[in-house]
Nanobody, 123 residues
Framework: QVQLVESGGGLVRAGDSLRLSCAAS????????MGWFRHAPGKEREFVAS????????SYADSVKGRFTISRDNAKNTVYLQMNSLKPEDTAVYYC????????????????WGQGTQVTVSS
């Protein structure tokens, strides 16, 4: 059993930064690949970033590349998403996910999900 809890969302202005955290409990997170997804109104849940169990393999969506950074601290059982240069189109509910295997950009391949944290970016 794995439980994931996101935190760090909020209301910010365009150009500002936020850092999201995903705290895991249950099984040790070190053997799991992790991902961040987001769900904006009127759109499907979409891939944002993923990271392998070791942290050595990372992927980003084209829309966030160069602005967002995913990282993990297995000793703390926590995954982070640093978001810089935020834009209004980044407004969404952000979800943390885990899978017992390699990294993936496909939401269908993840086994565990958090409840999400709201990020709102004003103009």
């Amino acid at each position: 059993q794995v439980q994931l809890v996101e935190s760090g969302g909020g209301l910010v202005r365009a150009g500002d930064s936020l850092r999201l955290s995903c705290a895991a409990s249950g099984r040790t997170l070190s053997s799991y690949a992790m991902g961040w997804f987001r769900h904006a109104p009127g759109k499907e849940r979409e891939f944002v970033a993923s990271i392998s169990w070791s942290g050595g393999a990372i992927s980003y969506a084209d829309s966030v590349k160069g602005r967002f950074t995913i990282s993990r601290d297995n000793a703390k059982n926590t995954v982070y998403l640093q978001m810089n240069s935020l834009k209004p189109e980044d407004t969404a509910v952000y979800y943390c996910a885990a899978r017992n295997g390699g990294r993936s950009v496909y939401k269908e391949s993840y086994d565990y999900w958090g409840q999400g944290t709201q990020v709102t970016v004003s103009s």
